[in-house]
C-alpha cells in the first residue's frame, strides 16, 4: 500500500519562505512522477510544480507552474523516499491547502513534462491529504 503524507504548512508573512515535505512509503515502482498542487476553497486544483523520473537514467524532468517560476524548487531525496517543495517570496495567493500525488512516470505524464507542462491531477493514483499554507500580510 502507498502511503503519501504532506508537511512542513503553516503561518507565514508575506515575503517569507516554506519548505514543504512529501514523504512516500510502500511505493515499489521503478519510475515515478510525482507533483504539488494547491486549492482553494471554490476553486479548481492548480498543478504547482513536478518531478518524474524514468528511473532509466534519463535525464530528471521537472516543470513549475507560470506563477512559481522563479521562486519555487522541487527536489527528491529518493533514499528517503521524499519529494521537497520549497516557496520563496510567498505571496497572499500562495495561500491554500498543498496537496502532494504521485505514481508511475507513464507515456501521458512524460508527454506534459516533456512540454515544461504540470500533468493533470487527473494522471495521479496516490495523493495525500494536504499541508495547509496560510499566508499573511
Known amino acids: 500500500q502507498v502511503n503519501v503524507v504532506e508537511s512542513g504548512g503553516g503561518a507565514v508573512q508575506v515575503g517569507g519562505s516554506l519548505r514543504l515535505s512529501c514523504r512516500i512509503s510502500?511505493?515499489?515502482?521503478?519510475?515515478?512522477?510525482v507533483a504539488w498542487f494547491r486549492q482553494t476553497p471554490g476553486k479548481e486544483r492548480e498543478g504547482v510544480a513536478s518531478i518524474g523520473d524514468a528511473g532509466d537514467g534519463r535525464p530528471i524532468r521537472i516543470t513549475y507552474a507560470d506563477s512559481m517560476q522563479g521562486r519555487t524548487t522541487i527536489s527528491a531525496d529518493s533514499a528517503k523516499g521524499t519529494i521537497f517543495l520549497e516557496i520563496n517570496s510567498l505571496e497572499l495567493d500562495d495561500t491554500a491547502m498543498y496537496y502532494c500525488?504521485?505514481?508511475?512516470?507513464?507515456?501521458?505524464?512524460?508527454?506534459?513534462?516533456?512540454?515544461?507542462?504540470?500533468?493533470?491531477?487527473?494522471?495521479?493514483?496516490?495523493w495525500g491529504q494536504g499541508t495547509q499554507v496560510t499566508v499573511s500580510s
Open positions: 510502500g511505493y515499489t515502482y521503478s519510475s515515478y512522477c
Open positions: 500525488a504521485a505514481g508511475r512516470l507513464t507515456i501521458g505524464k512524460d508527454r506534459h513534462q516533456a512540454r515544461g507542462a504540470i500533468p493533470p491531477a487527473s494522471d495521479f493514483e496516490f
